[in-house]
Protein backbone atom coordinates (compact mmCIF):
# COMPACT_ATOMS: atom_id res chain seq x y z
CA UNK A 1 0.00 0.00 0.00
CA UNK A 2 1.38 3.52 -0.40
CA UNK A 3 1.98 5.78 2.08
CA UNK A 4 1.45 9.68 1.85
CA UNK A 5 3.14 12.90 3.71
CA UNK A 6 0.48 15.63 3.99
CA UNK A 7 2.28 18.90 2.52
CA UNK A 8 -0.91 21.18 2.88
CA UNK A 9 -3.94 21.39 5.40
CA UNK A 10 -6.57 18.92 4.60
CA UNK A 11 -10.47 18.15 5.53
CA UNK A 12 -11.01 14.83 6.45
CA UNK A 13 -13.76 12.93 8.09
CA UNK A 14 -12.77 10.60 11.16
CA UNK A 15 -15.02 8.07 12.22
CA UNK A 16 -15.08 7.51 16.21
CA UNK A 17 -17.76 4.85 16.70
CA UNK A 18 -21.06 5.41 15.29
CA UNK A 19 -20.12 9.19 14.65
CA UNK A 20 -18.31 11.31 12.27
CA UNK A 21 -16.54 14.64 12.52
CA UNK A 22 -14.74 16.91 10.52
CA UNK A 23 -11.58 17.55 10.75
CA UNK A 24 -8.61 19.26 9.43
CA UNK A 25 -5.10 17.37 9.28
CA UNK A 26 -1.67 19.41 9.63
CA UNK A 27 0.62 19.05 7.66
CA UNK A 28 3.47 15.90 8.21
CA UNK A 29 0.89 13.59 8.97
CA UNK A 30 1.15 9.85 7.19
CA UNK A 31 -1.94 8.92 4.93
CA UNK A 32 -2.27 5.70 4.09
CA UNK A 33 -5.18 4.75 2.01
CA UNK A 34 -7.17 1.47 2.73
CA UNK A 35 -9.68 1.80 -0.10
CA UNK A 36 -10.20 2.94 -3.85
CA UNK A 37 -12.27 5.42 -5.19
CA UNK A 38 -16.32 5.51 -4.42
CA UNK A 39 -18.57 6.91 -6.41
CA UNK A 40 -18.24 10.41 -4.60
CA UNK A 41 -14.56 10.58 -5.15
CA UNK A 42 -13.81 9.81 -1.61
CA UNK A 43 -11.65 6.93 -0.09
CA UNK A 44 -10.83 5.39 3.48
CA UNK A 45 -7.80 5.99 4.94
CA UNK A 46 -5.55 5.78 8.27
CA UNK A 47 -3.30 8.03 9.86
CA UNK A 48 -1.93 7.67 13.62
CA UNK A 49 -4.44 4.48 14.00
CA UNK A 50 -7.52 6.71 13.46
CA UNK A 51 -10.13 5.84 10.38
CA UNK A 52 -11.10 8.73 8.41
CA UNK A 53 -12.86 9.10 4.75
CA UNK A 54 -11.18 12.16 2.48
CA UNK A 55 -11.43 13.38 -1.17
CA UNK A 56 -9.16 11.36 -3.29
CA UNK A 57 -8.72 14.95 -5.40
CA UNK A 58 -7.20 16.24 -1.86
CA UNK A 59 -4.97 13.52 -1.51
CA UNK A 60 -3.13 13.81 -4.92
CA UNK A 61 -3.21 18.01 -4.64
CA UNK A 62 -1.95 18.19 -0.52
CA UNK A 63 -0.04 14.76 -0.04
CA UNK A 64 3.03 13.63 -1.51
CA UNK A 65 3.88 9.49 -2.06
CA UNK A 66 6.83 9.09 0.40
CA UNK A 67 6.84 5.07 -0.26
CA UNK A 68 5.02 2.58 -2.03
CA UNK A 69 4.83 -0.87 -0.46
CA UNK A 70 3.84 -2.81 -4.49
CA UNK A 71 6.36 -1.35 -5.39
CA UNK A 72 8.89 -1.61 -2.39
CA UNK A 73 10.29 2.04 -3.15
CA UNK A 74 10.30 4.83 -0.99
CA UNK A 75 10.34 8.22 -2.63
CA UNK A 76 12.79 11.38 -1.82
CA UNK A 77 11.97 14.63 -2.23
Not at 17 to 42: C, N
Request: with cysteine.
Amino acid sequence: MPEYRVTFPMTVVVRRGSRERILSLAPDKILIPQSKVDAAGMIDATCNGHRMRLFQRDLMERAELIYDWSQNRIRIR
